[in-house]
Structures are given as C-alpha cells and as structure tokens.
C-alpha cells in the first residue's frame, strides 16, 4: 500500500513551485526549538515529511544533527539543493527508516496531517528515545485579512477530502496515545516578497490545486491573477506581505 496520500502525490509536480512560494518559519521557533523540544549539539533530530527542506534549515540551526525524511523524490531533490549536507531518506512516517530509540526529537512542518494515523504515531514513538519529544508545525494563513480570504475562497472549492490542518482530524490519533498531551505555542508571521512567489507560486504549490487537470489549474491561476491585479493592497506592488500564524505543537513520549 503506498504510503503517501493520493492528493500529496501532486507535490511531485508542483516541487519548484513549493520551494519558491512556501514561506519560510518565524526565528521565535528556534528559541521553541531548543527550550521545549531540548534540540542542541549532541541531539538527533528527524525532519518527518521534510518536503523541500524549508523547515530542515532551521532544524540544523539548533546545531543538532538533523535526519530529514521525504518520501516523494521531487521534494526530496529540492531539499538536497536548499540544506546541503543534511542526511535525506527516503522514508515514510508509517516506516522511518531508523533505530528505535536513536532521535531526541521529531518534527512534522506543514505536514502531520498526511499520516494522522495511530500507526504513524506508534512509528514516531519507536524512533524516539525514552523522553523523546514530537513537535508539530503549520504556517497558516491569516484569513483576517480580506484578499487573504478571498484566496482561499478560491481554492476552497477543489479541496474535496484532501487532509488539511484546519480541519482538526490530526488531532484525533492522539486519544488514548503513548504521548503526552499537546501543548500550543503560536506565533506571528509574515511572508514578503514579490506576488508571483509569494501568492501564486504558493498557492499553486497546494496538492489538490497541483493535482488539477491543466485547464482547471490554468483557471485558477487566471483568478490569482485577476486577484492580485485588481486588490488595492496588491496591485501594482514590487513586494507584497503574505500574513500568517505559525502554531507549534509539542508533545513528549510517554
């Protein structure tokens, strides 16, 4: 059975466009990091569904060593170009391709949601070593802000059953777990740079608008356009500000 979700396996498309447009993290992590994951020199870390390596480089700013982990080639390919010399696996959370017991800590960034699974879990809780912790991370978009909202009401339309943080069932695998309970953390963010990166190219690095027949992506592409072009707080800038709320989520092996 293949272990990546079929709605995931439009990243192997949309790999560039993902490391272009996805923004990066909040330096506050790093403090996080360390206080309450205990990530520094002589831990081991595992970078769990690592992607294109965004969140890995600031795994391997703590100075522990960082074990990234990505089934899909095209992402893992990118990853080895953005963190080079980091160790990158192929490797899925259902089977981590490592020792029971060999990492102080695992992190999913932008990611826990694929393999929200009891059996993805019990896999994470083998890896760790006795103490072991499990960090959570997602960039989320700030739909407070109005085109911001109006983006996702967008995209909305073609999410289907495509697993997504927002709707909370990630959660569910933790009732009754071998860890301990889930403590939030949240943080401000901001994504700046040119509206080509910072909205298009993100938006159209989602796996279900990835994953569309190329008529029904050029669509949606057409209305990111109309949108940026039209809003007042987009049109016509060299650099647009993209807002979001980083939450973190840490939990220890119990």
């Not at 949601?113 to 960090?135: D, K, N, S, Y």
């Not at 989320?140 to 996702?152: K, M, Y």
């Not at 569910?172 to 949240?186: H, I, K, Q, R, V």
């Not at 209305?223 to 072009?229: F, S």
């Amino acid at each position: 059975m293949d272990p990546v979700h079929p709605s995931a396996r439009g990243f192997s498309s949309a790999a560039g466009a993902y490391a272009r447009g996805r923004p990066d993290y909040p330096e506050a992590l790093l403090g996080w990091l360390g206080q309450d994951l205990r990530l520094g020199p002589g831990a081991t870390c595992v970078d769990l569904g690592a992607g294109t390596g965004k969140f890995t480089r600031l795994l391997a700013r703590t100075g522990a060593e960082v074990v990234a982990v990505e089934p899909i080639a095209a992402m893992r390919a990118q990853l080895e170009l953005a963190a080079p010399g980091i160790r990158a696996l192929e490797g899925a959370a259902q089977a981590i391709p490592l020792a029971s017991g060999s990492a102080q800590a695992v992190v999913c960034a932008q990611a826990f949601h694929w393999f929200a699974t009891p059996e993805a879990l019990a896999e994470i809780h083998r890896v760790l070593a006795p103490g072991g912790q499990l960090g959570l991370v997602w960039n989320v978009r700030d739909e407070s802000v109005d085109w911001v909202a109006a983006l996702t009401a967008i995209m909305a339309p073609f999410e289907g059953g495509t697993p997504r943080y927002h709707t909370g069932q990630w959660r569910l695998p933790f009732a009754g777990g071998p860890f301990t309970e889930l403590e939030e953390t949240c943080f401000p963010y901001q994504h700046a740079g040119p509206a080509r990166e910072v909205i298009l190219d993100r938006t159209l690095s989602v796996s279900f608008i990835a994953s569309l027949p190329d008529g029904a992506r050029g669509e949606v592409e057409a209305r990111i356009r109309a949108l940026i072009d039209g809003h007042p707080d987009l049109r016509g800038r060299e650099t647009v500000v993209f807002p979001y709320r980083t939450h973190a989520y840490r939990c220890g092996k119990a």
